[in-house]
Nanobody
Framework: QVQLVESGGGLVQPGGSLRLSCKVS????????MAWYRQAPGKQRELVAT???????QYSDSVKGRFTTSRDSAENTVYFQMNSLKPEDTAVYYC????????WGQGTQVTVSS
């Protein structure tokens, strides 16, 4: 059964850091590129980072230089290290296979506020 479980979100002050995790089951990370998305209140879900099967990463301009994604194939887990957080990073963060996507997990809430 394919499943995505995101965790690690929380409330953090501007300039702070968080590390998100995405535990996957039902498929191997070695076989698929993965992606991180976020959805802010009242906005559409947006793609912010990808990590390919050879660990090649790409980032949206909004997070480039501050966020880093990585993965541990042995643990079947994808990570999202978020540094220098800004209030505009506040959103629910999701992971998914880049292509083809599977059913969405519950996401993890990140709130950046003083």
């Amino acid at each position: 059964q394919v499943q995505l479980v995101e965790s690690g979100g929380g409330l953090v002050q501007p300039g702070g850091s968080l590390r998100l995790s995405c535990k996957v089951s039902g498929f191997s990370l070695d076989d698929y590129a993965m992606a991180w998305y976020r959805q802010a209140p009242g906005k559409q879900r947006e793609l912010v980072a990808t990590i390919g099967t050879w660990d090649i990463t790409q980032y949206s301009d909004s997070v480039k230089g501050r966020f880093t994604t990585s993965r541990d194939s042995a643990e079947n887990t994808v990570y999202f290290q978020m540094n220098s957080l800004k209030p505009e990073d506040t959103a629910v963060y999701y992971c998914n296979r880049l292509f083809p996507p599977v059913g969405w997990g519950q996401g993890t809430q990140v709130t950046v506020s003083s």
